[in-house]
């Protein structure tokens, strides 16, 4: 609840509200007024009443998909911890869905622990980011996990394949949330997927962060998800 009202107090959450909440046709906010107050977690998550739904829809589905197929652990991973804020709203959301779905989930994250590090191609848009941008307060944040979560410090490239020899089939990979704002960084994500088939579950959501559209007049921040 505290974080929920922490989040409320923040200008921009009141913006999300009012564009995206309501401008939807009055029913339908009503009918989401109830379910927020009565519906079970599980009717949050498809009404997109919770706190990052992108998380909740990808790690509920992910669950669900394992459960189906017999897993009793599943991995999740973001890339892109920075102050912390997405990986707790993971734990959050993670603990809720392991005792709807009897779930276990293993959440990781990667991290330089230093900030967005320096670009080093165009494509990072350096006129956007800043090297340090995105700080992490490295004890805090390990001291509000408290082993609910690990964090992985150092650049992608170099703690990828160390991390991709270590998965488990028996907690295959079913969700993963790329926020590292870099085109250089993603790429370097993106070398998790060569990992063996079994590593993952046959249905893996995927959500991406901070897309920019070349071919637009302006360059615009979106998000989007979507399964492999």
Request: hydrophobic share 45%.
């Amino acid at each position: 609840m505290s974080f929920l009202l922490k989040r409320l107090s923040q200008k921009n959450s009141w913006n999300k509200i009012f564009k995206q909440r309501l401008t939807e046709p009055f029913h339908l906010n009503l009918i989401a007024l109830f379910v927020f107050v009565f519906g079970s977690f599980r009717k949050k998550v498809a009404y997109d009443l919770v706190i990052r739904p992108q998380h909740a829809f990808g790690l509920l589905n992910a669950a669900d998909q394992a459960k189906l197929r017999g897993f009793k652990e599943l991995t999740v991973i973001e890339f892109g911890v920075a102050n912390g804020a997405g990986l707790m709203n993971l734990i959050a959301i993670a603990e809720k869905i392991t005792k709807i779905t009897g779930v276990e989930i293993h959440i990781f994250g990667f991290d330089t622990g230093e900030g967005m590090p320096e670009p080093i191609d165009y494509r990072d848009h350096p006129e956007y980011y800043n090297t340090g941008d995105f700080p992490m307060n490295k004890a805090l944040l390990e001291e509000k996990i408290k082993g609910k979560a690990t964090i992985i410090y150092g650049p992608i490239k170099e703690k990828i394949t160390e991390f991709i020899s270590n998965i488990s089939e028996k907690a295959p990979i079913g969700f993963v949330a790329i926020d590292v704002d870099y085109y250089s960084s993603t790429k370097d994500v993106l070398e998790l997927f060569k990992a063996k088939a079994t590593c993952f579950l046959p249905l893996t959501y995927v959500y991406l962060d901070d897309i920019f559209m070349p071919h637009q007049r302006k360059m615009w921040r979106i998000t989007g998800s979507f399964r492999i």
